[in-house]
């Protein structure tokens, strides 16, 4: 069965620190991924997508992600993280063609201030 | 912008009773999806509906039933609620799906449910 792993469940940093958020899928076909981000108090939402093309996508607020195909993965970056990143984290991976998109277990990330 | 709401924010039910949980999406999504949200688990995928009148299981549907009599609304049954059915429950609407394979979804606010 499809699954999706996030190494991480708990990450703390000072703010300016470097943030790394891993991925990992298990699908061996077309997928489709995203990184979903929940504010606290606030609806899940898309952060960004990934379908086809440049490997190394950009989304909302400084955050950039790698797929990298060989090892099934899908790792969320941001160079310099800010308090207002603190969030919980949510990879989902998505097969070509199909409807259903499986998440992975989150990871809550606390930014001090 | 989607919108996509939720009858309640919170519920509190009794063991056995049915429950009812609402949600509407103001986009003219073909897609909608009822997940729930559990500490350490993710999201997992209770229904999902692809049409008006169309249902497909997801991953956790034993428990639940759905309905879609209209493309704009879609609701979640518990027909006799347990205490392993508290939860977060979090409804999804999405543009396309299937071949095209490229929708985002758009998640409501949440219902946070528990049953006593």
């Known amino acids: 069965a499809q699954s999706v792993s996030q190494h991480n469940h708990h990450v703390i940093l000072s703010e300016a620190a470097s943030l790394e958020l891993g991925c990992n899928y298990s699908y061996g076909g077309t997928v489709n991924l995203f990184w979903y981000v929940q504010y606290p108090g606030q609806h899940l939402q898309l952060l960004l997508k990934?379908?086809?093309?440049?490997?190394l996508v950009k989304g909302i607020k400084g955050f950039e992600a790698e797929f990298i195909k060989s090892k099934f993965s899908f790792n969320l970056r941001k160079p310099s993280v800010q308090w207002s990143d603190t969030a919980e984290y949510f990879c989902a991976v998505k097969r070509g063609g199909g409807f259903k998109t499986i998440f992975g277990a989150g990871t809550r990330l606390f930014v001090k201030a | 912008d989607v919108k996509v709401t939720q009858s309640s924010r919170y519920l509190v039910k009794r063991t056995g009773e049915k429950v009812f949980l609402e949600c509407v999406q103001d986009m003219d999504h073909e897609n909608m999806f009822w997940y729930r949200q559990d500490p350490g688990l993710g999201l997992r995928l209770i229904y999902f509906?692809?049409?008006?009148?169309?249902?497909e299981k997801g991953d956790i549907p034993e428990g639940y039933s759905v309905s879609r009599e209209k493309k704009e609304r879609f609701s979640l049954i518990l027909e006799s609620a347990s205490t392993n059915q508290t939860s977060m429950y979090l409804c999804a609407s999405s543009l396309r799906g299937g071949l095209a394979g490229r929708d985002t979804q758009y998640f409501g606010p949440g219902t946070r449910l528990t049953v006593l």
């Open positions: 509906s692809y049409d008006v009148k169309m249902k």
């Open positions: 990934y379908f086809s093309g440049d490997p």
